[in-house]
């Protein structure tokens, strides 16, 4: 079956540059979630969108952007990288309320 | 704001034992909660998803029990193996659609 699609799966940015983190949903699930894992911490939840609308915002900071595109896929935008942000990201997808399946995640390092 | 608690951190047990991971959690208005495993630098497996209406789930050697009242789940995993060892996360889906996740409890099954 089909499984939450994330890329890359490493990336390797040093301070202040920008990233693109990319999200690929379960076919015809429409919400998208985005989490952060830091060292050793547990996932924090950062942004969702509902048919390409957001529909919750946690913990992301402004520099941070996402979005859902027509396809419902989802890219999470980082601008002016700081060390802190060094983490695992996660993307989930589900149907309306259903249970939340997770990606891979993206390991993001800054150097 | 839900807070997810887990306890212990850790745990180291012999082959064989069987394994009891707790959960806490503060709000007890949720969806679900689902037990996820996790190796080290890898992504999340879904192990067991309960209901709110739910009291229990079994799969294989691994039974998880709801107590939604007084916010309590309970992992249980039977004769428990070396593949066995890695950090188990708890997570509670609100009302507002968004996983909570605890800590974690990073288990070692000693050959």
């Known amino acids: 079956a089909a499984g939450v699609i994330q890329s890359p799966r490493h990336l390797i940015k040093e301070k202040r540059e920008t990233a693109t983190l990319k999200c690929y949903p379960i076919p015809r699930h429409d919400t998208v979630y985005w989490y952060q894992q830091g060292p050793g911490q547990d996932p924090q939840f950062l942004i969702s969108f509902y048919e390409k609308m957001q529909s919750d915002k946690g913990s992301i900071p402004d520099r941070f952007s996402a979005q859902q595109f027509s396809d419902y896929h989802s890219e999470l935008n980082m601008s002016s990288l700081e060390l802190g942000d060094s983490a695992l990201y996660f993307c989930?997808?589900?149907?309306?309320?259903?249970?939340?399946?997770f990606g891979d995640g993206t390991r993001l390092s800054i150097l | 704001k839900q807070e997810v608690t887990q306890i212990p951190a850790a745990l180291s047990v012999p082959e064989g034992e069987n394994l009891v991971l707790n959960c806490s959690f503060t709000d007890s208005a949720i969806y679900n909660l689902q037990w996820f495993r996790q190796d080290p630098g890898k992504g999340l497996t879904s192990l067991l998803l309960?209901?709110?209406?739910?009291r229990e789930q079994t799969s294989g050697r691994l039974n998880a029990s709801l107590d939604k009242s007084s916010g309590r789940s309970t992992l249980y995993i039977a004769a428990s193996q070396p593949g066995d060892s890695a950090t188990y996360l708890c997570a509670v889906d609100g009302t507002d659609y968004k996983l909570s996740f605890g800590a974690g409890t990073t288990v070692t099954v000693r050959a």
């Open positions: 989930a997808s589900s149907l309306g309320d259903q249970p939340q399946h």
């Open positions: 309960i209901q709110s209406s739910q």
